[in-house]
Every structure is written in structure tokens, then in C-alpha cells.
């Protein structure tokens, strides 16, 4: 296992969402989650199931907040009130995206069975979440300020998803933090006063990466 997260470990990037976007480009797509967090987030240039649809070949949106699935369709997007991790729509697909998504799920185990069955040969599924050791994460943890969501499950490190995908015929192709270049200065400010500065050009990239992106392929992908 060790062997294999240091391969799938890979550089970081600056945007998440337009990391996505690029991978879904001329593809065929499924979005989980396409509502995303909050209904006002498709107002926002950076809303990923708007900038995924611009991009891909086709895209399918699945999401379990009726009302909103409901109006998305009237706005002329091809959205499903679907539960991925219970079951999974018609057809096979390219690229499965579940951003923000497998923190919230009360099986995430079943978020990798249910790609395993609708990916196609070529197929991945592309996941992003919580970064469990972010350097806020930690120093929040350490002062007894933990400010995770209310709803959130689980944070997940590159190990736990590795095995989750293994279990469905799965492997971790890659995983690479999202490195926000404007919240890196603050941090490294607050980890200077434990640590000293020389040090901090030996910390791993993924400390200061609040989102981790991973992708699974299936097992005969990957030699």
C-alpha cells in the first residue's frame, strides 16, 4: 500500500474546479452532486456542474434535493433526484465527478461500488473532499476549535480511499491537493511560530491544501 500511495501522489493544483473541468472535457459525464453545497452556488462563475457542462460531451447531474433537481431541468440542464450511493442511473460513462460529496455519505464505501458498475473500460472517478491534515484543520484540532460541518461523515486520507477502492475492483490512480496561493503566506505565518521558518520548505505541499482530489480507475487500468 505505501508503495502505491507514493506513486498516486501528484502535484498539486491551484483550481479545483477548473482541474475538473479539464478532465471532463469531450467526455461523457456523470456529476454527482450537481446542486452543490448551497442553491446561490450556481450564480458563481466557479459552479462546477455549469463549467463541467460547457465542457464535457454530455453530462447527466444527479442530486437529492427535489426542488432544486426541479428547477435545474426547467433552466435546460439534464439533472436526475438520484441517490448515488443507493443506486445509479442508465447507461456507462467516462468520468464520474463527486465533488464535495463522499465527507457527506453515510456509506461511502458504496460511492466507489456504484462507479465500479457504470464506468466504462477507459473510465475514472474523479473525488474531492476535505483535506483531514490541512494545517488549519490541525491547529484548529489542537486548540479545541474544530470548525468542520455539521454534516459532515468522515474526512478521508489517501490510504482510506485507496482501500475503499480496492474493495470494488478499484485502484487510486492519483491524488493531488488544491493549493490556494492566497491562504499559503497566513499559514505558513501561523506554523512559523512552532516551527522554525528553515524548516518549512520541507513540508509536504498537502499541509497547506484545504481540498484533496482523487482518481480511481479500475484494477486492469493500471499495470
Known amino acids: 500500500m505505501s508503495e502505491a500511495l507514493r506513486r498516486a501522489r501528484s502535484p498539486v493544483v491551484s483550481n479545483r474546479v477548473g482541474y475538473l473541468e479539464n478532465l471532463a472535457t469531450g467526455k461523457d459525464v456523470l456529476d454527482v452532486g450537481a446542486v452543490d453545497h448551497v442553491v446561490q452556488a450556481r450564480e458563481k462563475a466557479d459552479w462546477l456542474h455549469q463549467r463541467i457542462a460547457r465542457a464535457a460531451k454530455s453530462v447527466l447531474g444527479l442530486d437529492v434535493v427535489a426542488s432544486e433537481v426541479e428547477r435545474l431541468n426547467r433552466e435546460g440542464y439534464r439533472v436526475l433526484l438520484m ?3 443507493e443506486e445509479v442511473p442508465a447507461g456507462t460513462y467516462d468520468l464520474i465527478v463527486c465533488g464535495e460529496i463522499i465527507e457527506h455519505v453515510a456509506s461511502p464505501q458504496k460511492i466507489f461500488r456504484s462507479a465500479a458498475r457504470i464506468l466504462r473500460a477507459e473510465g475514472r472517478i474523479a473525488l474531492t ?24 461523515i468522515a474526512l478521508f486520507s489517501p490510504a482510506n ?15 493531488r491537493g488544491v493549493l490556494d496561493p492566497g491562504r499559503i503566506a497566513s499559514l505558513r505565518a501561523h506554523i512559523s511560530a512552532l516551527l522554525r521558518p528553515v524548516w518549512l520548505r520541507f513540508l509536504p505541499a498537502e499541509l497547506f491544501c484545504e481540498t484533496i482530489i482523487y482518481e480511481c480507475v479500475k484494477a486492469t487500468q493500471v499495470i
Not at 480511499?161 to 491524488?175: D, H, P, T, V
Open 83 to 85: 441517490d448515488f450511493s
Open 129 to 152: 473532499t476535505p483535506n483531514p491534515y490541512f494545517t488549519r484543520r490541525i491547529l484548529n484540532a489542537i486548540r479545541w476549535r474544530t470548525q468542520e460541518s455539521a454534516d459532515h
Open 161 to 175: 480511499i485507496a482501500e475503499m477502492a480496492m474493495r470494488e475492483g478499484m485502484l487510486l490512480e492519483s491524488y
